[in-house]
């Protein structure tokens, strides 16, 4: 009998350890630097990108992270420094300070918890100038003059106000509307703001920021710097030595369909605890984390949505470029600068890095043309900047997407199966967190975009707002 009993021991030892491993968070200290630094984040970018002011930014902005925000508009475990225009969150038994600060066209960057003020100067930042006309004298969608238009007769405009009514009152506060911007035929029609936002007003596009993102990818594309279907030139981590590395099988296509097979790190509750988390608000490098992740699915095989695979998109399209100046100025000179889009703010990790799964600050007006360029198949001032086998790609449904209903295209949002005979089947969105969206519906010469602040649940549906302001047009479903 005694012989049993470290046999014994070992179950119920084993047993203990699986119960502490379900009931202690070993994540937990993550989860702390990580709150830190969205706090801090947010808090920056609202001051100094959106020009918001501090009790705004406890109101609306950070809003999202519920009662784990630190203090409020009166004081707590912050400290904002004006003259560096930097925000420090956390501290002592608030777990790491860590430290967040605006730089000159990139907005506000995340510092890793070991570095202080004294680093500022060594983040990266944007010195390009912007062009001198000035937009408010240029014609829209170029500039902002004359950019509004009548709703025309063929419209319903009491519908058309319905819809905007139906945007910004909703059935819960945790939907907070911020801007709502109709553009029917190039024009706009329709554009409301909240109180406190006005037109020049930058916010965060989220997960908006893709479809931006794949748009730079594309122009590589089409000039045949990049290949869809050739593997991707990654050095993975960690490297594999004595044999084939599985992950070379990856292509371009695979990433932006959302089907790499790499393992979702941002998924299972670890979102705010590890993988891309730790680049968006700790200092990480939003490179490295995305190349070390182990191969679990054929590529192609399986849908999963994941952060990392626009980043490793991204790795991709800057290795396509000669250094890094002409990196850090590719999008505004191929892209934001040409059609207009100077309100927009292409943010980068602390290594110079874009996160463009999520980190553009932008302005209502400036995504309308971002829709409308898809919109027009890809020409702006009859240049085409990106082709329309671009476009279609964009649009095609994700192979793997379809056991969720052929909703996900090329980091774009397709209507599902089951909207597409409330709405026109060839409508198509980006899709950012908090309720951002540029809706585009070619059927009827239409782009809507609507921003927000949303939090809680959320649950602000982008084809019910479609549906909503297609109530104008007479020959709507």
Known sequence: ?????????????????????????????NRQLIRNGV??????????????????????????????????????????????????VGGDAHGPAVISAFRQGIGCVVMAPHLSLSDVDKLPKLELPYPKTDPGTLPWPQGDANADMPIPATLNADALQQASNWTFDRATDEQDTLSLLVIYQGKIIHERYADGIDQSTRTRTWSTAKSI?????????????????????????????????PRKAITLRHLLNMSSGLYPVDSFNMEYATGSG????????????????????EPGSYWEYENYDTLLAIKAF?????????????????????????????????????????????????????????????IWNGERLISKEWISFSRAPAPASARRGNDYGAQWWLVPDDRKD?????????????????????????????????????GFNRWDLLREVLKAFPESP
Not at 362 to 376: E, K, M, P, Q
Not at 423 to 432: C, D, E, H, L, R
């Open 39 to 88: 706090q801090s984040l947010l808090t920056c970018n609202g001051l100094y990108t959106s020009r918001r002011n501090l009790k705004q930014v406890f109101q609306q902005e950070l809003a999202y992270l519920g009662e784990n925000v630190l203090g409020d508009a009166s004081g707590g475990p912050y400290t904002v420094f004006p003259r560096e225009q930097a925000v420090s």
């Open 422 to 458: 409330e709405v026109p089947a060839g409508a198509y969105s980006t899709a950012g967190n908090r309720g951002q969206y540029v809706i585009v519906d070619p059927e009827h010469d239409l782009v809507i975009v609507r921003r927000g602040l949303d939090y809680g649940k959320q």
């Open 278 to 297: 730790l680049a968006y608000w700790a200092g990480a490098s939003s490179v490295d984390g995305a190349r070390n992740r182990g191969l679990i699915r």
């Open 213 to 245: 993102g794949a748009t730079l990818i594309g122009m590589q594309v089409d000039d045949g710097k990049m290949s869809l279907d050739a593997p991707l030139a990654i050095d993975w981590l960690p490297a594999v030595s004595g044999g084939k590395d």
């Open 318 to 378: 800057k290795d396509t470029l000669p250094n890094e100046k002409a990196y850090r100025e590719f999008p505004r000179k191929r892209l934001l600068d040409r059609i207009g889009m100077r309100n927009t703010l292409l943010s980068t990790d602390r290594f110079g890095d874009f996160i463009l799964s999520s980190q553009v600050y932008t302005n209502a007006r400036d995504l309308g043309r971002f829709g409308l360029l898809y919109l027009n198949n890809g």
């Open 1 to 29: 009998m005694p012989k049993l009993l470290p046999a014994l021991l070992l179950v119920v030892m084993s047993t203990a350890t699986v119960a502490d491993e379900k009931s202690y968070d070993y994540f937990s200290a």
